[in-house]
Antibody
Framework: QVQLQESGPGLVKPSETLSLTCAVS?????????WGWIRQPPGKGLEWIGS???????YYNPSLKSRVTISVDTSKNQFSLKLSSVTAADTAVYYC?????????????WGQGTLVTVSS | QSALTQPASVSGSPGQSITISCTGT?????????VSWYQQHPGKAPKLMIY???NRPSGVSNRFSGSKSGNTASLTISGLQAEDEADYYC???????????FGGGTKLTVL
């Protein structure tokens, strides 16, 4: 079955870059899906960060666009998130998820999430 | 990019039906049928419950149904069960970002 697994540091210092990777199994990164990142600050709602197609085409939340880079590594069947110049406001559980192409924009598979805390 | 508007909380007794609304604009809910609903239990990842307004993924109970009128989409849960107690989020395609925007979330309490 399809599984997504986030990995990366759980603690990042202010002003540094947050880096996370999502390993995908049971589904090829090269197939017809968008691969995305969503975050959820403690006790708050979901926020879409951005998505990437296997070709490298990206779509970013305008409020984060200047600090976000999402990329794919087809050789490892994984995709990554980099968020620069982080502050305490970026503390959140970060989820990776899959969305089929073809127009539904449904996020049908999610990773379990990983908590990233921004603190010195 | 403004979030879609959902009530902060709703409640109902076992066996009853409840409806959660999700209000957007003509840039998202109003002009596109790409509304999804997610269920999130505490400490867990969101789970897709409804997509494209009213379609249920395989394995989701038919007690969950969706609809849309104008700029507002709705999720109805009938025959409430204790296990339905969770947070529910709507999302919609938005032409603002050419991807998705989420609602603020609704906490469902089963009395």
């Amino acid at each position: 079955q399809v599984q997504l697994q986030e990995s990366g540091p759980g603690l990042v210092k202010p002003s540094e870059t947050l880096s996370l990777t999502c390993a995908v199994s049971g589904s090829s990164i090269r197939s017809g899906y968008y691969w995305g990142w969503i975050r959820q600050p403690p006790g708050k709602g979901l926020e879409w960060i951005g998505s990437v197609f296997h070709s490298g085409s990206t779509y970013y939340n305008p409020s984060l666009k200047s600090r976000v880079t999402i990329s794919v590594d087809t050789s490892k069947n994984q995709f990554s998130l980099k968020l620069s110049s982080v502050t305490a406001a970026d503390t959140a559980v970060y989820y990776c998820a899959r969305a089929p192409t073809g127009g539904s924009y449904k996020l049908d598979y999610w990773g379990q999430g990983t908590l990233v805390t921004v603190s010195s | 990019q403004s979030a879609l508007t959902q009530p902060a909380s709703v409640s109902g007794s076992p066996g009853q039906s409840i409806t959660i609304s999700c209000t957007g604009t003509s840039s998202d809910v109003g002009n596109y049928n790409y509304v999804s609903w997610y269920q999130q239990h505490p400490g867990k990842a969101p789970k897709l419950m409804i997509y494209e307004i009213s379609n249920r993924p395989s394995g989701v109970s038919n007690r969950f149904s969706g609809s849309k009128s104008g700029n507002t989409a709705s999720l109805t849960i009938s025959g409430l069960q204790a296990e339905d107690e969770a947070d529910y989020y709507c999302s919609s395609y938005t032409s603002s970002t050419t991807f998705v925007v989420f609602g603020g979330g609704t906490k469902l309490t089963v009395l």
